[in-house]
């Protein structure tokens, strides 16, 4: 099961990075995602990444401030986030799937199409 770690309070216009981290078996050939929810939305998709590392997937609302990226030798994918404002708030989520290779497609997936889910990191933006 994936691990996230890295959730904080911060001030709107600082950055934070999540960890998403697995101990259990390699990630060397799955797609990864970031995933939030904020009360009272739905889960969103946020940004995916395939196993070849080309071409992640990025919905609109963080292009150009959040980066995915993912660390093979350590099991580990992460979630640069940049300029961040109080919408950002959420529980953000990591998931792992063994099965969609597509970035785009895992990020607008049904939750309980993915193969593993982490147990969400708490990320507040308030001044």
């Known amino acids: 099961q994936p691990v996230e770690s890295g959730g904080h309070s911060v001030q709107p216009g600082g950055s934070l990075r999540l960890s998403c981290t697995v101990s259990?078996?390699?990630?060397?050939?799955?797609?990864i995602g970031w995933f939030r929810q904020a009360p009272g939305k739905e889960r969103e998709g946020l940004s995916c990444?395939?196993?070849?590392?080309?071409?992640?997937y990025y919905t609109d609302s963080i292009k150009g401030r959040f980066t995915i990226s993912r660390d093979n030798a350590k099991n580990t994918a992460y979630l640069q986030m940049n300029s961040l404002k109080p919408e950002d708030t959420a529980v953000y989520y990591c998931?792992?799937?063994?099965?969609?290779?597509?970035?785009?497609?895992?990020?607008?997936?049904?939750?309980?199409?993915?193969?593993?889910w982490g147990k969400g990191t708490l990320v507040t933006v308030s001044s």
């Open positions: 998931a792992v799937d063994l099965h969609v290779f597509d970035p785009q497609r895992m990020c607008v997936a049904p939750s309980d199409v993915l193969d593993y």
């Open positions: 259990t078996f390699s990630l060397d050939h799955a797609t």
């Open positions: 990444i395939s196993s070849t590392d080309i071409n992640p």
